[in-house]
């Protein structure tokens, strides 16, 4: 006789389910940021970049790609749609839809900015350490 053991997923959104939001959020402003900077970089004679530097921002970006491709399929697998995304002066506001569940996400300016200085680091620190 075989028994079938049903899992019930949480009727709110986990902490590591909201964690890959703001994952799936913050990785597409810190790639953008570090292109800006690797352009801006590479086009100004006065802030040329030695060797190591764009090697390592190089580097950063393809990590930071990858696991912006790792957190797209773990949201998928979880059955999470990210639908809203605001960008601006403020900070950052998305709507997503976990398990019927509908979530928000805000991070004011202030957030962001440290968000992406402990995401930064651990990418410099994944490529340094």
């Known amino acids: 006789m075989t028994v079938h053991v049903m899992h019930r997923k949480p009727a709110q ?3 590591e389910e909201t964690e890959l939001v703001t ?3 913050l990785l597409p402003v ?3 940021m570090i292109r800006r900077d690797l352009d801006k970089a590479n086009n100004s004679p006065s802030a040329k970049l030695s060797l190591p530097q764009a090697v390592v921002l190089q580097r950063m ?4 790609h990858l696991d ?3 957190v797209k399929k773990q ?5 999470i749609r990210i639908y809203s995304e605001v960008k601006d002066a403020e900070g950052i ?3 997503y839809l976990c398990r019927e569940h509908r979530g928000n996400l805000t991070m004011s300016r202030q957030r962001v900015k440290v968000e992406l200085g402990i995401l930064a680091g651990k990418y410099v620190h994944a490529r340094t350490g």
């Open 75 to 79: 949201l998928r697998k979880n059955g």
């Open 13 to 15: 959104t986990t902490r």
């Open 23 to 25: 994952e799936a959020t």
């Open 61 to 64: 970006l393809e990590m930071i």
């Open 30 to 32: 810190l790639l953008t």
């Open 68 to 70: 912006l491709i790792r």
């Open 93 to 95: 506001r998305c709507k």
